[in-house]
């Protein structure tokens, strides 16, 4: 017995095609303000950045030195491109690779039994007598950080971006936030 019905299906929901932009574009500002906020605290004081990378005990020291004055320009520079949505796609592969090397670099610290402060956001170096160390809330702070990022590479530029001002966004994600819908798509295809 074969039965039918002359209920149409629903056409499909643009949800997550206009949500994606929006979720790119918190993922990318939360990114951009950890980094900036990191950057900052560690600027002023690059001695104590040194130190800090020092204490992972993973560097040579005069690549250490190196890393802890150039890291806090890193992540200014990285998160202020974030921010404003300039060369999305490069900053948020840079930030997702510099979260990825923290995670390895604080699991590494607590593998080994080290007793140091990850020196995040300024500080760092080994810890006073009876304080303990906070890897696990770093990595798992981090990690949520590259996960950000992996969303910003992918699915990028989002919402109030310089990319999408400057014509330099994919064509594809310019028309989705558009709310350009599928048969849109297809039409241009078919131009070409």
Not at 8 to 28: E, F, G, I
Not at 156 to 175: I, N, V
Request: charged share 20%.
């Amino acid at each position: 017995m074969l039965v039918t019905s002359d209920k149409q299906t629903p056409p499909r929901s643009h949800m997550p095609n206009s949500a994606l932009p929006w979720v790119t574009t918190v993922s990318r500002l939360v990114l951009a303000s950890v980094l900036i906020v990191a950057g900052w605290g560690k600027i002023g004081t690059p001695v104590l950045s040194v130190q800090s990378v020092k204490a992972y005990k993973l560097l040579p020291d005069t690549l250490a030195t190196v890393v802890g004055y150039g890291l806090p320009v890193v992540e200014i520079v990285t998160g202020v491109l974030l921010f404003v949505g300039l060369l999305t796609r490069v900053a948020g592969g840079v930030a997702a690779l510099l979260m990825l090397a923290f995670v390895v670099g604080i699991a590494s610290a607590w593998a080994r039994g080290l007793r140091i402060d990850c020196g995040c956001f300024g500080g760092g170096g080994q810890l006073d007598p009876g304080e303990e160390p906070s890897y696990l809330v770093d990595i798992l702070r981090d990690f949520g950080l590259f996960a950000l990022g992996v969303v910003v590479v992918l699915f990028t530029p989002g919402r109030f971006a310089l990319d999408s001002a400057l014509g330099l966004a994919p064509e594809r994600r310019r028309r989705d936030e558009a709310g350009g819908d599928d048969e849109e798509l297809q039409e241009e295809k078919e131009k070409y």
